[in-house]
């Protein structure tokens, strides 16, 4: 990266899924602005208390904590007036008199051309330039230009997915028609009805959220289209395995040990046993269920690769640990029996999503290249990760 003498405008960027937060954080790079992460409105918060450079907020609507993004966003507002707002929801869409002056609306996924012209709008035109290096596309493979077509692609599809659920609320009321289900009855089941399309609804939204950004990141840290395509099918391989996992238990909680094992399993040669676990089994969040999987699809990739699994001798130990006392879960990826290891000289979007693993739990990562094999440490609070009882 490069700039030139003019201070670069901060962004503070509030988003609590990872992937998503990674992908707001690259449109605001995109847009020449420095990016300044939180993963939710007390955090965000917390670093508006300490520094007074950030410009704008951009805030997703729905995150846990003890207030939403749009509360965040009028708190900002009254306390810091200047700083201007843009808003993000993959479910809500608040009407302009909720909202404070002066702020922007964006529905997920997001329309990335229109957000970077709307940030620039905003703050200005943006001194932050990306130097392109070992990351950047060749010329002729993926541009810009084709990640429109993809943003397009998803918006569409969200249409259809759209007309589809409007389309199951008919048909819904002609099977209750049919039934013969009197006025009351009708009316409980027509509200039941509105709450699970309304729920699936925003899931929908949220994974092609999530969707688009895996796409984007995807290609964008590719050496070739090829690259590119094979990096992003499995990640959303191991998206879908998560969402399966989940659905096993009406994606209300999930076991630690069941979540690690299903991550590792399309890694793990028949009856070989390369990879090993040890600690005891708790039940954990849908959230942390997602985070998890797509950390360790990352982390098995990168040793099929380059690490201990790259050998027939290599082999994965992975072993967490209760601090019961202190309440948090101590977790270690350690790789043996492979080849030397390295330092990389870049820091590839798998390494961002290990990193931003720790953040988003509310914890700390540390990335260790010794010699005799790379190491993966996660540290977080028993109660970013458990489920509840």
């Keep these: ?12 960027v509030v988003e609590d899924e990872m992937i998503l937060r990674m992908r707001a954080v690259d449109i605001v790079e995109d847009a020449g602005f420095n990016p300044i992460e939180a993963v ?3 955090q965000a918060i917390s670093i508006l208390e300490s520094r007074s450079d950030i410009s704008l907020l951009f805030t997703d609507i729905q995150m846990p904590g003890s207030i939403d993004g749009l509360m965040l966003a009028h708190a900002v507002h009254d306390r810091w ?12 869409k608040p009407p302009d008199t909720e909202r404070p ?26 001194a932050l330039t990306i130097v392109p290096g070992t990351a950047a596309l060749p010329a002729g493979s993926v541009a810009s230009s084709s990640r429109t077509e993809q943003e397009l692609a998803l918006l569409a599809e969200n249409d259809s997915l759209r007309l589809l659920l409007e389309q199951a609320g008919v048909d819904a009321a002609t099977l209750l028609d049919q039934a013969g289900i009197d006025a009351k009855e009708r009316e409980a089941a027509e509200r039941l009805q509105q709450l699970i399309l309304g729920e699936l609804h925003h899931r929908i939204k949220n994974t092609l959220a999530t969707v688009s ?14 690259a590119g395509q094979k990096a992003m099918e499995g990640r959303l391989v191991a998206l879908g395995r998560a969402h399966d996992l989940l659905m096993q ?7 630690l040990t069941h979540t690690f094992s299903n991550a590792t399993e399309p890694y793990d040669s028949k009856g070989s046993r390369r990879f090993h676990f040890n600690g005891p089994d708790l039940r954990i969040t849908s959230g942390a269920v997602i985070a998890l999987a797509m950390t360790f699809n990352e982390l098995c990739t990168n040793t099929t690769k380059f690490g201990a699994l790259s050998v027939p001798s290599g082999r994965v130990e992975i072993a967490w640990t209760i601090d019961e006392p202190k309440q948090r879960l101590n ?17 590839s979007f798998g390494t961002r999503m290990m990193k931003s693993l720790g953040q988003q739990l509310n914890g ?24 509840a009882a």
Aim: charged share 10%.
């Design 1 to 12: 990266m490069s700039t030139d003498s003019t201070p670069v405008p901060n962004v503070l």
């Design 40 to 42: 939710n409105a007390d």
């Design 81 to 92: 007036p200047s700083i201007k707002i843009i808003l993000v929801s993959g479910q809500v």
């Design 101 to 126: 002056a002066n702020s922007q609306f964006f529905g997920k996924p997001l329309a990335v051309d229109q957000i970077i012209t709307e940030l620039q709008a905003m703050v200005g035109a943006g």
């Design 213 to 226: 950004a895996i796409a984007s990141q995807s290609f964008r840290a590719a050496s070739s289209i090829e």
């Design 249 to 255: 238990v009406s994606w209300a909680s999930a076991s």
């Design 331 to 347: 977790l270690a990826w350690t790789e043996s029996g492979g080849p030397a290891v390295a330092l990389p000289t870049r820091q």
């Design 364 to 387: 700390q990562v540390k990335l260790a290249y010794e010699t005799s094999g790379f190491t993966y440490s996660l540290d977080v609070p028993l109660s970013s990760i458990a489920a």
